[in-house]
Structure formats: C-alpha cells, structure tokens
C-alpha cells in the first residue's frame, strides 16, 4: 500500500504544542520574477538550525509580527535544512509584508508540517511532475532528491506551466535541468512573448510530448485549482492507478496542526493529513470547492 506520509521529522516550535514561531532570519533575496521571490533563511539559534529536518512538499508557518501567518512550503534542499529557503507569491497581507523585509529582518517559523511527496515508496517507477506557476516551488526539493538518487528511478520528467515567459521561476536552475540528458524539461506558456519557440498553452497538452507507462508511473501534481484537476483527470484517462497521483493541495491555514478546522477538507484536513494527498484517498472531494 502507497502512501504519501513517510517518517515526518520533529516540528520546531517555541512551545510544546507547536503554536509558538522561533525567529529565522533572512540572509539572501532572490527575485524570481514580478510578483515572486525566493528568501534564504536561517534560525536565529543555530541549535535549532541543526535540528530542523523537512521532508520534500512539507510547509511552515510563517509568521509577520503585528500582520499575520501564512503556510509557505518550503522550495530547497532537504540535505541543506539549516539553510531554508521559501519562495513566495505577493498575493496578501502577509506576503505583502515580506516582500517589504529586507536581508537581516526576521520572520517567525513553525514547523515543518504536513505531508509528502512519497520519493520512498516510488522508487523504481518514473516520475512525473506537473507544476502550474508557483507550484513548482514545493515540487523542487522533491527534484533536488530525485536528480540526487537519480539511479533509483525511472525516466523523471517534469511538465511545467505558467502564464508567460517572463513568470518563469528559478528559471536559471530550469535551463540547468533541461540540459540533463537523465531529465526530461517541457515548458508550455499561456501568453507566449515574440520569441518564445516553445509549447503553447495548458500544461495538459504536454503529455501528448511525453510516453506515459501507466503502470510504471507515478505522478506528482502541485499548481492552482483548476489545473490541478486537469492534470488528475488526465492521468486518470491515461490509465495511471488513482493510488499513484498525488496532489498538493491549498488551503486556508490558521494552526497547521490539525486543530483549528480552518483547513477543513470533508473529513480531511489539509494541514494534517495534506497537503500531499493520493488522488484515492480524496476521490470523493476532488474538485469540489466547499467541502
Ligand atoms: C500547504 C500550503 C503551502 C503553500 N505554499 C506556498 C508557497 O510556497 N509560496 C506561496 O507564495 N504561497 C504558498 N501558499 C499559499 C499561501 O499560504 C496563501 O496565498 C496565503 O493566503 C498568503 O497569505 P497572505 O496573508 O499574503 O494573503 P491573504 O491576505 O490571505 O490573501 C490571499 C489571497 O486572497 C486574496 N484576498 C485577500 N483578501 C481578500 C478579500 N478581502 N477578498 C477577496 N480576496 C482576497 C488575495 O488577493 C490573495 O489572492 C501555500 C498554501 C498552502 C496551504
Ligand atoms: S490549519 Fe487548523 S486544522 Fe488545519
């Protein structure tokens, strides 16, 4: 039986109950694009830096002091966890508020919380990753691990999309990856600019570029509602199990820890027992907007 939750590693807190952020502060700024960045972030106490572990597709709360918290996943590298980073979409209040930060504030953090992208149990299978915008964010580590451990996989190919050239994120790692000849890159953009050569349109149309071996594939999935959906259903057609995609899902987050009910998800809770959920075990959900 596959599941999404492996080994979860210890939450950082301030507190028992994990309530409490510890102070990070950031020690770099990449902007990624318009309305995106990637901060570098270290703890405060370098204790507590040693003991930080998070699993590919797990998030923090981040929080703003006098503003607010927000669930940002985290986008490094796993092996490199005393130095975090977490790309971010000025979209709100919060986001707002880091985007004024500058290198040496702080920000608070819990975590990590949630669920994962199942790398242990997919071994042996090729991997396809569908990434719609800023979902590529929490699908990077999971890509540091698998180009990693590459000899533990099959093919490991990456369908991303996004809105127009110029929204591409990490965008110098990306043409670093497409020139892997172990991992296959395909790129499809909504608007495209005058020279852009590549695919147009929804990333769904990239999968006629691409062999899928149903029965030897697994498939993560992380972008907005609707493409998220999409790329379900499109795999589903393909004949991949529904035990062998998983999805990334968003929610509203107050606590992270399963006890607020914000993140409700019908009986589920995103903060819990997501993000990462196999399309199985959310079947009856899927797609449905107030559950
Ligand atoms: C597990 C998980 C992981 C995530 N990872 C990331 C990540 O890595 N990077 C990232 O950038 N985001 C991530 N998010 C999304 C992020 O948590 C949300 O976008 C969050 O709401 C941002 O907080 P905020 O205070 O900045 O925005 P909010 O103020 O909460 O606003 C969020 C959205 O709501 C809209 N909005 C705000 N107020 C109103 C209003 N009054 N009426 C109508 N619309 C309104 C805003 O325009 C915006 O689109 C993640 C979410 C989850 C659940
Ligand atoms: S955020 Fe409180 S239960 Fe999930």
């Known amino acids: 039986m596959i599941t999404a939750i492996d080994q979860r590693p210890d939450v950082v807190s301030g507190d028992a109950n994990a309530m409490s952020p510890v102070w990070a502060r950031i020690v770099s700024r990449c902007q990624e694009s318009s ?9 405060v106490d370098p204790e507590i830096g040693r003991r930080y572990r998070f699993l590919p597709g797990q998030f923090n709360m981040m929080y703003l002091f006098g503003v607010g ?31 004024r930060l500058k290198v040496g504030q702080c920000v608070g953090l819990r975590g990590p919380f949630g669920s994962n992208w199942p790398l242990e149990s997919c071994k042996g299978r090729d991997i396809l990753l569908v990434a719609g915008g800023i979902g590529i964010a929490p699908l990077r580590p999971a890509i540091y691990q698998l180009l990693k451990n590459r000899d533990q996989y099959g093919r490991v190919i990456l369908l991303y999309g996004i809105r127009s050239p110029q929204d591409m994120i990490f965008k110098e790692e990306v043409e670093e990856w497409m020139e892997r000849r172990d991992f296959q890159v395909l790129i499809t953009v909504d608007y495209p600019s005058e020279n852009w050569t590549g695919p147009v349109g929804v990333v769904t149309k990239l999968l006629r570029r691409v062999r899928v071996d149903s029965r030897n594939t697994s498939v993560f999935v992380c ?27 968003e929610r509203n987050m107050r606590c992270g820890i399963g006890q607020c009910g914000h993140c409700q998800y019908g009986p589920k809770f995103v903060c819990k027992d997501g993000p990462v959920f196999s399309y199985a075990s959310v079947r009856n959900l899927f797609g449905k907007d107030e559950v």
């Open 35 to 43: 309305n995106t960045a990637s901060y570098t972030m270290k703890f």
């Open 69 to 99: 918290e927000a669930a940002i996943s985290v986008s490094s590298d796993p092996a490199n966890s005393d130095s975090l980073v977490h790309t971010i979409r000025h979209v709100g209040s919060v986001t707002f508020a880091v985007d």
């Open 223 to 249: 972008g907005p509602r609707v493409m998220n959906r999409a790329a379900a259903h499109s795999f589903l057609s393909h004949y991949v199990p529904e035990d062998q995609i998983f999805v990334s899902l």
